[in-house]
């Protein structure tokens, strides 16, 4: 394995889907790098989140499903009512425990579950929300070896979410959408180098 961190899982709430088009649109769809994002969503309806962000990028999205293995160049997005959760072998699991911070589901279960089961090969980024969901597990995942990225609070549309992030994890990177966004072209390039 290499050292060189292979996945990305995003994390955000009200404000956040607009930086998730941005950040998205520019990965190619050839990248070794493997995604996950965790939104909160109503579980009262039907998700068209994989579909809408599958509009905005060349990344082939999908609605996660239990045991489906993480794959280069997908994006695995969280269900409504469903925690995401990973697993060694590089699988990921859904669980209806109860609501964490009122949601279902929650950035910190994955963020925890990924600093437990892949630690440093992991790039964890929290994004605009309105709830501290996502911070302690970004304090996890910095803690295991992970690279944290928080959105800079400047340009959320919610700023709670990435400035309780930065409070539990004061050493995490602070980007803009636009930075986020290089930083994981950045990171898309080291991991070629190293396949």
Known sequence: MSDTPR?????GSAGSLEVLFEVLARIPADTPLAFV?????????PSRLASVLGSKTRLRVREIEDGVALAPGVVTVAAPGYHVLFERDRSLRVSDEPPVHHARPSIDLAFESAADALGPEVVAVLLSGASEDGAAGLARLHAHGARTVVQDASTARVRLMPESGLAKTPNAEVATPREIAELLLELDAAARETS
């Not at 996945?7 to 994390?11: D, E, I, S």
């Not at 994002?37 to 309806?45: E, F, G, K, Q, Y």
């Open 7 to 11: 996945t990305v899982v995003l994390g």
């Open 37 to 45: 994002v965790v939104v909160h969503l109503l579980a009262s309806a």
